[in-house]
């Protein structure tokens, strides 16, 4: 069988203190799971059911690095979030068992077209093009549970240009990431490969060419994105 071109590759991620690199699948990312950053929004953080959004595996950009300022935006907003790697496929999850099938976690970040989702969010259309777009989901390597454990609690922290904007605990997550695993297995089954961003605590903010994003996870290796220009094919 041939085809017309040749498919894409999964987007491989390191995996610390070890040679297994973790093939990356679908994205999944909660939304409003800090109480802060709901706020922050003009939201209630109250305790309905977890909503989610998606991103494609091609957003994706392992190990961080340099990403360019995305087209059709002037409002490029930050997210420091902890990201939760699935190992093992499961459907209709009970909270109680959803870690077992957790392979390991990183820290991330989730960039955001601020103004694209301001303004779908006025006319009550879907926000998909604010958050899934090229290098919109840069990730750190992960730390295997095998080797270190959950992570339920630590702080979470996001430097720009070396000041803190964001500094919480993963332990304020309105949802715990065995509830948002449960959560989301009702309504897609989760296979080995996906990933899930566990949301933002408060603090987000713009960035522009030439920033330096640094997010740490007790626990957890930092993740460094340096914003670059922006892309001249769209100029």
């Known amino acids: 069988m041939s085809t017309p071109f040749d498919p894409p590759m999964l987007p491989m991620i390191a995996v610390d203190d070890c040679d297994e690199r973790f093939p990356a699948g679908r994205i999944f990312c909660v939304g409003r799971n800090y109480a802060d950053h709901a706020r922050e929004m003009g939201s209630d953080p109250d305790r309905e059911p977890p909503f989610f959004f998606y991103k494609f595996a091609q957003a994706l950009v392992p190990g961080g690095g340099t990403i360019a300022y995305p087209p059709a935006t002037a409002d490029l907003h930050y997210e420091a979030e902890l990201v939760v790697a699935i190992g093992k496929g499961g459907a209709a999850v009970a909270p109680g ?58 702080e979470i922290r996001l430097t720009l240009n070396g000041e803190t904007r964001q500094c919480g605990d993963v332990a304020d997550m309105i949802w715990r990431p065995a509830e948002v695993i449960a959560h989301l297995s ?35 290796s930092p993740l460094a994105v340096t914003i670059g220009a922006r892309d001249a094919a769209f100029d």
């Not at 998909?128 to 777009?133: E, Q, R």
Request: glycine content about 14%; hydrophobic content about 40%.
């Open 97 to 154: 068992r959803a870690l077992d099938l957790v392979y390991g976690y990183a820290a991330g970040l989730d960039m955001t077209r601020r103004d694209l989702q301001a303004r779908a969010k006025d006319k009550g259309r879907p926000w998909d093009t604010a958050k899934n777009f090229a290098c919109s989901a840069p990730i750190g390597s992960l730390r295997r549970v095998s080797e270190s454990g959950h992570v339920g609690s630590g």
């Open 186 to 220: 009702r309504l897609e089954p989760l296979l080995p490969g996906d990933l899930i961003y566990t949301g933002t605590p408060a603090g987000v903010g713009a960035v522009i060419p030439g920033d330096r994003l640094e997010v740490t996870i007790a626990g957890l």
